[in-house]
């Protein structure tokens, strides 16, 4: 009796398996698969690596230039990187096929010149980031290729030029 | 505060307990150890339940070790929390198993987790390996997450024959071990050995990348199947630690991603049932339907599992008129299409026949271990946290909570089927009343060292978060998964049945070894036939 009645559910749902890949894969809309990150927009700040749970986003320091990798083996696609980003430069595609047979497919980079103190050649942090700064807010270039001690330094200067005291052995 | 917690709180206070904190929910007790056991079994014999027991390290902030006992009074709605301290050089605290059994696996955890001694009971390694050196605990907080101490081989060989079962689950493909140990066809007793997939999560979350931001993400991935409601309930111990009110709208999206939950994990384990008991066919129809509410979940929330939409204060994605459209649809074609194949089910003769009758679970055990879910509905217990502590918006929906007393296989089948019709029913009104607003609130700040003690109504059960707020992270995450209060009550089911009906037994309480374990055990061994074979890797519970 119960054979009766499933051939007739098998029968009337027919095949329901999708012949991947030939057929498309069943995608919602909503689907968040791995991520690209537009270097031309990058800025290098880094704030997709804070808020990445799994560590699939890093910024480090790289021979002269600061090098954001993105390792899509540890990605868990969630997508909290494209909603930090403050350049938008990055987007969640619907990309899912992502096995490969080299391992270095798997990591993307950008790389990012680094600005230097223009006093004591420190490195200060990536200069896309300078520049998107300095569009935003009214400081000058000048003060801005100071590294955090120069820029210290150059304020107590000042600080105590005005206050009239000595500025200690020089 | 009722006036029925006041006079309970008066008897405490009478056996010796002194109130630290009472807020809405919980309520928060110091208590010396002599006085412990009077005090639990107060408790236990005036209703409560056991949620669990959660070792914390809190020499930096209170100079002393602790360990702090979770019951939930279900009549009331409130949490009691007895928290016991004790000093590092004195570190010894009575067990409180004979008053309440469900304390067992509790206890032992914090004993290898903070080094806590219990006395007055055999004790053994629960968590910990067999190799970790004596005297290391992993939960103490000058162990660092990242330390791997040197590992020492010790070899125990007893005399009795015993079946192995496992370390892979007969059912679902999940490293466990069962030893069988029987008299011709009749099981006589169980020893269950776990933990072989202890991932260290909530040391994980001690490391300083994890902040409260990350943490759901994580907490999702505690479970393969249930995830979701393991990130729910980390995001609802954070925001009632911090007093953080969540928006109306993002409440109803998370109840109702949590029935979406539900659908597909009962749906799921209905299917495994039914292909542990040779019928594959109502595997492969059980399989197909919950394909809809897989893909629906897609839709909602960007995933078809791990969603990720839970952050703390509210979610990340909202609902327009086109998925709550789809949502109606899918449900009709899932109800539709479920009723029939649930008919057609429990007609085979081998369904019915093999599982009325098997791996009985009476009452008076289920009390005993506080079993949780449909374990406990299936043998007599009304319990339900979106009943008894009602949480997001399950405060607004009307449902029934189904209650079986014959505490055998079949009822725990009937359980989750009425329990998906349930679901369904909760998803259709939580879509009707879905408020508007926003989804999420804008910003949000948790002071240190509040305390919070969440639970959600997991498929499998009551899923129990206990959270001590740090500075930037939390002090200690607690996290207690409902296969972790329902393992020991196979041994009840287990004993006395036949051999054959053992695996439908152990899958009967839709175990989920992962969400229990949490520290990787790697190394392959064999040798004698008691050494255990660990197995290597991670094994999530199968999507």
Redesign the interface.
């Known amino acids: 009796m119960s054979l009766v009645k499933i051939l007739e559910i098998a029968l009337r749902t027919g095949r329901v398996t999708r012949r991947y890949p030939v057929e498309e894969p069943l995608l919602t809309p909503e689907f968040r698969g791995s991520i690209e990150v537009d270097p031309s927009k990058c800025w290098g700040c880094g704030a997709c690596t804070k808020v990445c749970p799994s560590n699939a986003l890093t910024l480090t320091p790289s021979g002269k230039g600061l090098v954001l990798e993105y390792f899509v083996g540890r990605c868990v696609f969630c997508g909290m990187c494209a909603e930090v980003c403050p350049a938008k430069a990055i987007t969640v595609t619907k990309k899912f096929e992502l096995a490969s047979k080299n391992l270095r497919d798997l990591r993307s980079r950008v790389v990012h010149e680094v600005l230097r103190c223009s006093v004591c050649g420190a490195p200060i942090t990536a200069e896309a980031e300078v520049r998107a700064v300095v569009k935003v807010s009214p400081i000058t270039e000048e003060y801005v290729a100071l590294c955090p001690r120069c820029r210290k330094e150059r304020f107590t200067k000042s600080v105590a030029l005005r206050i009239g005291a000595s500025s200690g052995p020089s | 505060m009722t006036e029925s917690v006041s006079k309970l709180i008066e008897e405490l206070k009478r056996l010796g307990g002194r109130v630290e904190e009472v807020k809405d929910r919980e309520v928060y007790l110091v208590v010396g150890r002599d006085n412990l056991r009077s005090l639990a079994k107060a408790l236990y014999s005036t209703g409560a339940y056991l949620k669990t027991c959660a070792g914390v390290d809190e020499r930096q902030v209170q100079g002393v070790l602790s360990i702090y006992y979770i019951f939930g009074l279900d009549e009331l709605g409130v949490d009691v929390v007895l928290r016991v301290p004790v000093t590092e050089d004195d570190a010894k605290i009575p067990t409180i198993v004979l008053e309440v059994p469900a304390a067992d696996w509790c206890e032992l955890e914090a004993r290898d987790m903070v080094g806590v001694e219990i006395t007055g009971r055999p004790v053994r390694r629960l968590v910990l390996p067999e190799d970790w050196p004596e005297g290391i605990h992993p939960l103490r907080k000058d162990f660092d997450y990242s330390a791997r101490p040197p590992r020492r081989f010790r070899s125990e060989l007893p005399e009795e024959v015993g079946v192995p079962l496992g370390p892979y689950h007969p059912a679902l493909h999940e490293p466990e071990y069962f030893e069988l140990y029987v008299d011709g066809e009749k099981v006589v007793d169980v020893v269950y050995r776990g933990f072989h997939v202890h991932r260290g999560i909530e040391k994980l979350a001690e490391s300083p ?2 902040t409260y ?2 943490i759901p ?2 907490a999702e ?1 505690i479970c393969g199947i249930c995830g979701f409601v393991h990130s729910s309930c980390y995001v609802m111990a954070v925001e009632r630690a911090a007093g953080i009110e969540v928006p109306e709208r993002a409440e109803f999206i998370r109840s109702i991603v949590l029935e979406v939950e539900r659908l597909h994990s009962h749906l799921l384990w209905l299917g495994v049932a039914a292909h542990l008991l040779g019928y594959d ?2 595997f492969m ?1 059980a399989w ?1 339907i919950r ?1 809809h509410v897989m ?1 629906l979940a ?6 078809r599992k ?1 969603y ?1 939409i839970n952050i703390i204060g509210g979610v ?2 909202d609902l327009n008129v086109d998925k709550l459209d789809r949502i109606l649809k899918t449900l009709a074609k899932v109800r539709e ?1 479920f009723v ?2 649930v ?3 429990l ?2 003769p081998q369904i019915k026949l093999r599982a009325s009758g098997t791996g009985i679970l009476s009452r008076s055990e289920a009390r005993a271990l506080s079993v949780v879910g449909p374990v406990a509905r299936a043998s007599g217990l009304y319990r339900d946290i979106r009943k008894d502590y009602p949480y997001f918006a399950y405060r607004e929906v009307s449902f029934k909570v189904p209650l079986y007393t014959e505490g055998d296989n079949l009822a725990r089948v009937l359980v989750r089927v009425e329990e998906v019709l349930e679901s369904i029913e909760i998803i259709k009104q939580l879509v009707d009343k879905l408020p508007g607003g926003p989804v999420a609130v804008e910003s949000w700040d948790v002071p240190p060292y509040r305390r919070a003690v969440a639970a959600i109504e997991a498929p499998r059960g009551e899923d129990v978060h206990f959270i001590i707020t740090g500075v930037g992270k939390p002090y200690r995450w607690r996290v207690r998964a409902p296969t972790y209060q329902n393992i020991p009550a196979l041994r009840a089911m287990l004993r006395g049945a036949s051999l054959a009906d053992a695996p439908l037994t152990i899958a009967s309480i839709d175990p989920c070894f992962s969400c229990t374990d949490r520290l990787v055990v790697y190394d392959l061994r064999t040798g004698s036939r008691r050494v255990l074979r660990i197995a290597g890797g991670v094994s999530a519970c199968p999507l």
């Open positions: 990348r994890f931001k990350q993400f994580l991935r066919v109502g129809h197909r394909e893909v897609e839709y909602l929330t960007g995933s791990t990720g990340r994605r299409e029939k194949l008919e057609v089910m007609s085979v």
